[in-house]
C-alpha cells in the first residue's frame, strides 16, 4: 500500500523501492494474487517512465501468474496492459491479439478494471488503420468505463486520443 500511495504522488523511485522491499522480503508468504498486482503496479510504474521494455517484463510476470492462480481478472488486466506496452513498442500485430484476448474475457467478467485500457488500445489499434469511425466509438466507450471506474488517468488518455481521432 505504500509503494501505491508513492506511486500516486509520483515519487516513482520510492514506488519500486518499496515494492521490490515487499517482494524481496515477504515473496514466499505472499499470496500469488497479491504478487499479481505488486508485479502489475510495478509494470505501470516502468511505463509511466518510459521503460517500456521493463514495464513489459513486468506485466508478462503479472500474467503468467494470473494465469497460474486463475485470477480470471487480472489475465484479463494483464493482457490488456502487454497490449498497451505493444503498442508504445509499434508491436501493433501482438497488440492486437492481446487486445482481442483481453476483449474476450471482459466480455465475459464485464466492466472491471482494465477494460478501460483495452478499449483505448483497440481504439489506437483501429486509429492505426485509419478506422476512425471505429476509433472514436472505442474511445468514448473507454470514457465511459474509466469513469464509472473512477480512473481518471484512463480517462485522460482518452479524451487525448479523442482529440487525435478528430483531428484526423
Known amino acids: 500500500n505504500i509503494g501505491t500511495i508513492y506511486a500516486h504522488l509520483f ?18 508468504i505472499l499470496d500469488e494474487k497479491t504478487k499479481v498486482i505488486v508485479y502489475n503496479n510495478l509494470g505501470n510504474i516502468f511505463y509511466s517512465i518510459e521503460d517500456i521494455q521493463t514495464a513489459y517484463s513486468y506485466f508478462e510476470k503479472a500474467h503468467t501468474l494470473a494465469i497460474h492462480a486463475s485470477y480470471k481478472e487480472m489475465i484479463a488486466h494483464s493482457l490488456a496492459q502487454l497490449s498497451r506496452a505493444d503498442i508504445k513498442l509499434g508491436n501493433y500485430k501482438r497488440a492486437t491479439e492481446f487486445a482481442g484476448l483481453s476483449e474476450g474475457i471482459f466480455e465475459e467478467l ?59
Request: charged share 40%; glycine share 6%.
Open 11 to 28: 515519487n516513482y523511485d520510492e514506488a519500486i523501492r518499496r515494492y521490490q522491499q515487499v517482494l524481496d522480503d515477504h515473496d514466499e
Open 110 to 168: 464485464g466492466d472491471l478494471n482494465g477494460k478501460q485500457i483495452n478499449l483505448l488500445n483497440l481504439a489506437k489499434i483501429a486509429h492505426k488503420k485509419n478506422q476512425i469511425d471505429k476509433g472514436l466509438s472505442l474511445t468514448k466507450r473507454g470514457i465511459e468505463v474509466a469513469k464509472k471506474l473512477k480512473d481518471d488517468a484512463s480517462e485522460i488518455r482518452a479524451y487525448k486520443l479523442l482529440a487525435k481521432l478528430y483531428r484526423d
